[in-house]
């Protein structure tokens, strides 16, 4: 298929480059009314697309923004990843979604590429916390960016975030006032911001009621269902609790897998509480009691806040706040005496 360039629609409409270049671009102030339909004629005939790299060139404008998001197998992050691809589209922009797999030196190597492609922004939700290595990349290529979700280590970022210790404190109230005292928690990786705070909201619940776990009761999940199976498979055949609270929503589904194993019936001998409202979860049986983030509304407003910011405008950083979301997985201890304390 032959791809036609500006030069040959200038050659068979016999008009110049220039003219046709104005066309193109929407600035036909003074030209007349046939001109205009002889070269879009032209156009349509030779299906023409512009070669947004050579624009870009001029402009200094790719009308592209990169998403860098961890781990794209975790369901958090499609969902997260639509929301921001709806709202670049809607705005004239196209994403370019990379995937970090968990590696550092792979995020960095993505930085590179999308400063590369000469993408106008970059929305960035990092493995655990922006390096001042990888901000000094963005801050010299003077690269627009804005964090997703996780957590900085960088004073002057900007970024969409949850608050992750009113979440953690959510879910570890919920037990508690269903009458849980003996209770386990499955952390996301120890270097991970919103992990941390999820913990510490959570401690910070049962501190309030004069409850305390032993150390060995917080278990790192590392965010991935496969760890959480394995750590879950380990601790219940050894440590009698009456519930778990897991620091994302895949971790509960690997507590789900370990208790059908040894026969540690959910919620009747175990409770357990998500955090994410991932859309399987309501998929589990029993449907899964969680902590909700509206992650499709982060993804579009992250868009939101690096267009602002690609257009020098002032920009603050946003704050999430999440809410309980009861369903199935959770037992209530008080209405049932015969459950134990």
């Known amino acids: 298929m032959t791809k036609y360039t ?12 220039s003219t046709v270049s104005r066309v193109l671009n929407n600035k036909e102030e003074g030209m007349s009314k046939e001109t205009r339909k002889r070269i879009l004629e032209v156009v349509k005939e030779m299906n023409y697309r512009p ?14 923004l990169g998403l860098i998001v961890p781990n794209i197998s975790n369901p958090f992050f499609p969902e997260l990843c639509r929301g921001a691809e709806d709202e670049a589209v809607q705005n004239g922009f196209s ?9 550092a030196n792979k995020e960095e190597r993505y930085i590179h590429l999308l400063k ?20 000094r990349i963005l801050t010299d290529s003077q690269i627009p960016y804005i964090l997703v979700d996780r957590g900085v280590d960088v004073d002057s970022a900007t970024g969409v975030f949850m608050d992750n210790f009113k979440g953690g404190y959510l879910a570890g109230k919920h037990l508690i006032e269903l009458g849980h005292r003996k209770i386990a928690c499955m952390t996301g990786p120890a270097d991970i911001t919103n992990a941390n705070k999820r ?12 409850i305390s776990i032993p150390s060995h009761y917080i278990l790192n999940g590392n965010y991935h269902m496969e760890d959480a199976y394995d750590l879950a498979k380990r601790f219940l055949a050894e440590h009698e609790v009456t519930a778990i609270f897991t620091g994302n929503d895949l971790m509960a589904c690997g507590v789900y897998r370990a208790a059908f194993e040894l026969n540690i019936s959910i919620p ?33 407003d992250s868009v939101k806040l690096l267009i602002k910011k690609i257009r020098n405008e002032p920009v603050e950083s946003l704050f999430y706040e999440p809410t309980l ?17």
């Open 95 to 103: 994403l370019i979604i990379c995937n970090s797999d968990d590696q």
């Open 325 to 341: 979301v009861v369903r199935n997985s959770t037992q209530n201890l008080i209405q049932s005496p015969s459950l134990g304390n």
């Open 199 to 210: 913990l510490k909201g959570f401690l910070q619940a049962l501190n309030e009621h004069d």
């Open 51 to 64: 070669n947004q790299f050579a624009r870009g060139l001029i402009t200094k404008k790719s009308n592209m």
């Open 268 to 300: 009747n001998d175990l409770s357990v509480i998500g955090f994410d409202d991932i859309p399987f979860g309501e998929a589990l049986n029993p449907k899964l009691s969680t902590i909700r983030q509206n992650t499709y509304q982060i993804g579009k």
């Open 6 to 17: 500006i030069k040959d629609i200038a050659r068979e409409t016999g008009y110049s480059i």
């Open 116 to 135: 590369e492609q000469q993408v106008d922004g970059i929305l960035l939700a990092s493995m655990n916390k922006l390096t001042r290595g990888n901000e």
